[in-house]
């Protein structure tokens, strides 16, 4: 597939989590506090408005279903078509007057809602509805190559099942370029109510549906999936037990149907109200905390003609300020579960690349005297150059992407790692730290062992060095082992782009480390 190579990054990109809108920053620096805002009109009407998407930074698109002309004051889902609107976003922020959908998504007779864009090709997903038994499927348009989007499919396979709605698309990727789409369905083997699904989707076709389990789902219903790429979690809408009231925003961290337990976001998010449609449209560019969004509720601030349930409006959320805090340290009467749950801020595995051949090239040495963070320098000044090595547009923006978050930002995410790993030290807890060496299928198996097992040993170097050596008693005493699993070469997936191979993202993925686990003793 075109994109495959691209899809690689997103692998990537989920390596760490932080537990985001719950005010815990990766690295406990800053404690988040967020403000939600009204949309005024035109934006929100006394009809009812949801789903809020910014597209390319240039655009907002909702979905609306505003009261017909010539209608008494009664509002209610026959009264109108659901149908989405577009404004225009300015670099000073200002939005243009909204307009009906020129993207030729909308249907004059169906309801036109919950648009998800696939984070890589720009395709969208939504939902058509019948009008009458608003009930719905997944339809999708594919981006076309210049501007706009081609005609509206229906979204083939089970995902669409006779006699059961299926609902609010949230798109994710895989590593093997795959389409995961998350959705909403009330189809028989859920946990009651509507559930969150998910399915695979290949050329336009989806796969077997899997319920995404009791983490995620309950007896009640749950609504309007999003799922964060960059950190890897999954918001969602629910009413179940124990909320604020209403339907409130929860979230997962995980991917698939393999979940950590979901929780509700900062209080400072849901209301007393129904709370719905959370999206995330802007990330911090040093922590990847999100600080920017849009969500659809019905309270009391919104506009409504006679009863305040039939309608949501949009509301814009985003960081009311950063408050500087000490640096938490852990107390030594904690829990293991406690620490073990803090420990898994850190998604694994997280990975760390090389340049070709690094470290001490042409050496047929198992260990080195190299610390990682010199082929990490290295390889990082070399970001010029493998840009210019990429034989398309396209290629040259993917690696780029992939040496500004995987080169650049996954080191980063290891020295807060083990500032974290200093801290559960300090607090008196053993650590074993796994990792894996992989090298890409240039040279003979026996080279590539060797390479993978200098390239642990590079990093093994850097834990030696770390903060003038604070880590070598714990080293020397067993409080801090590390596991070593070298692999040596590992077949890229994907047929290299580049002019020269070495140069290509397939190589330049396999030539990796990867820290499997960080476990608490």
């Known amino acids: 597939m075109k ?73 209610d889902m026959g009264s109108g078509v659901m149908q989405v609107y577009q404004a225009r976003i300015a670099k000073s922020g200002k939005m243009s007057r909204p307009r009906l959908d020129r993207w030729g998504i909308n249907s004059k007779r169906d309801h036109t809602g919950n648009l998800a864009l696939d984070p890589l090709t720009q395709d969208l997903y939504f939902t058509r509805g019948d009008v009458e038994s608003l009930r719905c499927e997944i339809y999708y348009a594919k981006k076309k190559a210049r501007r706009g989007w081609e005609k509206p499919v229906r979204l083939k396979g089970p995902v669409n099942l006779e006699g059961t709605t299926s609902t609010h698309p949230a798109v994710g990727r895989l590593a093997d370029s795959t389409v995961i789409l998350y959705f909403v369905s009330n189809r028989p083997g859920g946990l009651g109510g509507t559930d969150i699904w998910y399915t695979l989707v290949k050329n336009g076709k989806s796969g077997e549906c899997v319920n995404l389990g009791p983490q995620v789902n309950s007896i009640a219903d749950e609504y309007t999936p999003f799922y964060d790429q960059r950190n890897g979690v ?51 560019s040093t922590t990847s905390m999100p600080v920017a969004g849009y969500l659809a ?12 349930t039939c309608c949501n409006d949009l509301y814009r959320w985003g960081l ?39 470290p001490d090239p042409q050496s047929r040495e198992t260990a080195t005297p190299t610390a990682y963070p010199d082929c990490q320098r290295r390889y990082a000044a070399l970001r010029s150059e493998y840009i210019a090595r990429q034989q398309s547009t396209d290629d040259s923006a993917m690696m780029a992407l992939f040496f500004d978050t995987c080169v650049v930002g996954n080191y980063e995410r290891v020295e807060q790692l083990f500032e974290y790993v200093e801290s559960l030290l300090d607090a008196g807890h053993s650590i074993t730290i796994t990792i894996a060496g992989y090298a890409s299928p240039v040279y003979k198996s026996d080279y590539n062992r060797n390479l993978s097992q200098r390239r ?22 067993g409080k801090l082992l590390v596991d070593q699993r070298p692999h040596g070469a590992v077949e890229p997936t994907t047929e290299s782009r580049s002019k020269d191979p070495v140069y290509g993202l397939p190589a330049a993925l396999a030539r990796r480390i990867e820290i499997l686990s960080c476990e608490i003793r």
Not at 456 to 477: K, P, Q, Y
């Open 320 to 358: 009311d300020s950063l408050i500087p805090q000490q640096v938490v340290h852990i107390d030594t009467v904690e829990t293991i579960d406690t620490i073990v749950h803090r420990v898994q801020r850190f998604m694994f595995p997280l990975f760390l690349y090389f340049h070709n051949d690094e």
């Open 234 to 284: 999954l918001y969602f809408s629910s009413d179940r037990m124990g909320g604020k009231g209403g339907h409130d925003i929860y979230c997962a961290v995980g991917s698939r149907n393999t979940w950590q337990k979901a929780e509700p976001v900062c209080g400072c998010l849901n209301s007393e109200q129904n709370d719905l449609y959370f999206t995330i449209t802007q990330y911090d």
């Open 3 to 75: 994109n495959n190579k691209f899809i690689k990054i997103i692998l990537l990109l989920l390596a760490i989590h932080s537990p985001l809108l719950k005010g815990e920053g990766l690295g406990a620096r800053l404690h988040a506090q967020y403000k939600v805002v009204h949309l005024e009109k035109p934006f929100n009407t006394p009809g009812s408005e949801t789903g809020a998407l910014v597209v390319g930074d240039t655009v907002l698109a909702y979905s609306s279903m505003q009261k017909p002309e010539g209608r008494n004051r009664h509002f």
């Open 297 to 308: 509720s019905n309270r009391s601030d919104s506009y409504f003609l006679t009863d305040s």
């Open 456 to 477: 642990i040993g590079s990093f093994i170097n850097m834990i030696r060095a770390w903060h003038n050596g604070v880590f070598l008693d714990a080293l020397s005493d």
